[in-house]
């Protein structure tokens, strides 16, 4: 579905920087804007990132005026988490965010926000939907977890899939919530009526609104998360008997039991089941791509391209019944791994992917970066901007991601580390179990390598560099 394309770089004025954080003078060039876009719980197995049989033009077409990151990690698989790891450009255990309810403000008042930096060099900041934490379906109208320091200005549609609720198929009713169910509806409802139809206008009407001056607009959509509903003629793209299971493959016995989410496998759905949220997910995925079409439309229609950064990123992976796992929650590769596409004035290597591993707290500084604001000291990730110019370009950085287990106050954590061949997780600190995968040879990660004495050296250097990341919590540069 990837077809590259190029796109221009712009050349900025040269400008003085008044301050870390603050604006900056360019008498000859406007300051370019940044657009935002968000999925939520969009795996990076499907459409323009890999997947034959998903459908996403938009996200193609985009893909090729920018540079695609084959192999970009969340911070932490979990909503909340992982998205206040990118906006602060901070570590989960630097935030202190390892759940959904706590509010990162009560821990770091004086935290500057990606966002923020940008409100602060007199960019006018907007958001639309869930960027910060939303429990979705269940806060979609309300502020959730937002951080109004942020923000100049917000809304927070909802649209007729809340009302829509009560006609869903779900096939896990013993779990909590449709927030956490594979549930479906093919909606008769037209795009416009639904939540994310909702975001799309409402980005739209701010981009009319804000035109004229800089921006930072984040949109933030709602699918693919589960419940999966989307109108019908998306599930039509979809026929059922050609929507395929992945392979059944049993847990291998020398896999640590922290490491699974979805317990039993599939939580006992049979596989006609599984093709039907299979093929709800698909659909969930196309209406997202169709509603961030007619963002992209108008960011053209308004002569906006050119001179605005767009980001499109969801929050963390996605599992899709591969080894019996679904959802989110793991430190495995489907989990953990996640899209991301950065394109605009900025970016030379149009239309190319770069297979260099890279997190999403490189976000933050590679639009500093990008913006020429400087922005606060001690963020843990690094600019991606060698890699905007040449996608192949030495880049020799892991990634590190983490997830809690355990209930409070008993709970522990599982961290990973993720170099350009290898994967290496331990629990607990290793006390409940460690992991190796060759990433190469094994890309599924089916065989655990950690116990193997061909592989020691191995892991005693990627453990001794996982350990240090951790302890240190801030990556200086």
Known sequence: MFRPILISTIAWAA????????????????????????????????????????????LDRLAARGVRFTR???????????????????????????DLQTDFRTIHPDLVTLPQMFRRAGYVSARVGKIYHYGNPGQIGTPGL???????????????DKDEEPMLTNFTP?????????????????????????VASETIALLEQHRDRPFFLAAGFYRPHCPFIAPAKYFSLYPLEDVRLPPPIPRPADVPSPAWFTNPPHWGLD?????????AYYASISFLDANVGRVLDALERLGLADNT????????????GDRGQWMKQTLFERSTRAPLI?????????????????EFLDIYPTLAALARLTPPAGLHGRSLGPLLADPQAPWDHPAVSQVRRGAVPQTFMGYTIRTGRWRYTE?????????????????????????????????????????????????RH
């Open 271 to 279: 596989q006609q089941q599984q093709r039907l949220t299979l093929r």
């Open 427 to 475: 629990w607990d600190g290793g006390a409940r179990g460690t992991e190796l995968y060759d990433a190469e040879a094994d890309p599924d990660e089916l065989r655990n390598l950690a116990a193997d004495p061909a592989h020691r050296a191995t892991v005693t250097d990627l453990q001794r560099r996982l350990r240090q990341m951790i302890a240190d919590g801030v990556r």
């Open 309 to 320: 950064i767009v980001v499109f990123v969801s929050d963390h992976g996605y599992h899709l």
């Open 72 to 98: 970009a990690y969340a911070q932490f698989p979990l909503c909340s988490p992982s998205r206040v790891s990118m906006l602060s450009g901070l570590r989960p255990d630097t935030t202190g965010v390892h």
């Open 146 to 160: 937002d951080d109004p320091a942020s923000w100049d200005h917000t809304v927070n549609p909802r649209g007729i």
């Open 342 to 358: 950065i394109a605009g004035p900025g970016v030379a290597a149009r239309g190319a992917a770069s297979p260099r591993i890279v």
């Open 174 to 198: 013993q779990r909590q919530g449709f927030g956490s169910a594979l549930a479906y509806y093919a909606s008769p409802a037209p795009d416009e009526a639904h939540t994310d139809g909702k």
């Open 15 to 58: 400008c003085a920087l008044v301050g870390a954080g603050s604006a900056f003078a360019q008498p000859s060039a406007r300051r370019p804007n940044v657009l935002l876009i968000m999925a939520d719980d969009l795996s990076d197995d499907i459409g323009t990132f890999g997947h034959p049989q998903v459908r996403t033009p938009n």
